[in-house]
């Protein structure tokens, strides 16, 4: 690949996807591209980026979802579905008793383990039954939504991180392959969606999943997905982070919730009409009596 046409696809990538590649990462984008470019009838990478320039737009879409990451698996990192289970979910039924209604947004979706692991924790609450609890999955990528749609695992992908009793009780046996169970798909809704636009259509959440997704941005970026995220957390919401990521030095529209590591809460929580009202979330108070 010749530096120029590196040069254009990282910038292209930045735009598209917010994807931040440094200037040594030639050896990722040849081997998630020239794959790409072969399969469907190029030469290689330089005859792909003639044809983007060119305007093939289907074709630059794929180019930008070939070279997202979309490692996933169930209950990955096991400690923000603790605090769920323990903390958010118990403070949050207290703080909606009145309407009896959820959201949670599962930001960077991927294959379906993340939001389903989340739809699984969610139906371990017997008193949620007959509440509305709206789990939103959203990605980038077409193809992973398509993959979590279908709900469909691999022996493989449900070693990784589900226990053995999850996988009894929520999944039925498809020859080599396990497909979860209708009503755990049913509480999953999927969307298309890129976090680098304006996601605001989709309202706002009680609780926001956006996990390991921002280490492949850059600081700026982040600072834009920071602010967007704080407007679409409920007052007293709660936004869980991958273990590798952080508001800390980024946003101080959100500030870490003690003794639960990964989980934020906002600092000034906006109004619905973009005014700003300080106050300590009254459902994170009960999830800090909790932990104490
Ligand atoms: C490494 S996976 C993380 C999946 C899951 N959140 C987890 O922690 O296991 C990152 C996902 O982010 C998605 N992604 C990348 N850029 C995105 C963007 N700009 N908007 C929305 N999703 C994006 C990718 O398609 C990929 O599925």
Known sequence: MTPLDYEFLRKLLKERSG??????????????????ARRVGLGGIAELVQKIKGGAEA?????????????????????????????VLPALIQARAGRR????????????QEPYSIAMCVKEFASLAGWRVEIVATDLSQA??????????SQFEVQRGLPIQMLVKHFTQVG?????????????QHRQLNLLQDVSHLGTFDVIFCRNVLIYFDQDTKVGIFDRLSRMLESDGVLALGAAESVVGISDAFKPYPERRGLYCL?????ARGGVVSMMPHALKAVASAAR
């Open 176 to 188: 080599e392959l396990w497909q979860l169970n209708a009503d755990i798909r049913a509480m999953v």
């Open 59 to 87: 074709l630059t879409s794929e180019v930008v979802e070939a070279m997202t990451t979309n490692e996933t698996f169930f209950f990955r990192d096991k400690i923000p579905f603790d605090h769920l289970r323990e903390a």
């Open 144 to 153: 992973v939504l398509e993959k979590s749609k279908a709900g469909i695992f």
């Open 267 to 271: 600092n000034a929580a906006r109004t």
């Open 19 to 36: 994807l931040d590649l440094s200037s040594d990462k030639q050896y990722l984008v040849e081997s998630r591209l020239i794959p790409l």
């Open 101 to 112: 209604s959820l959201r949670i947004w599962c930001a960077a979706s991927s294959t379906g």
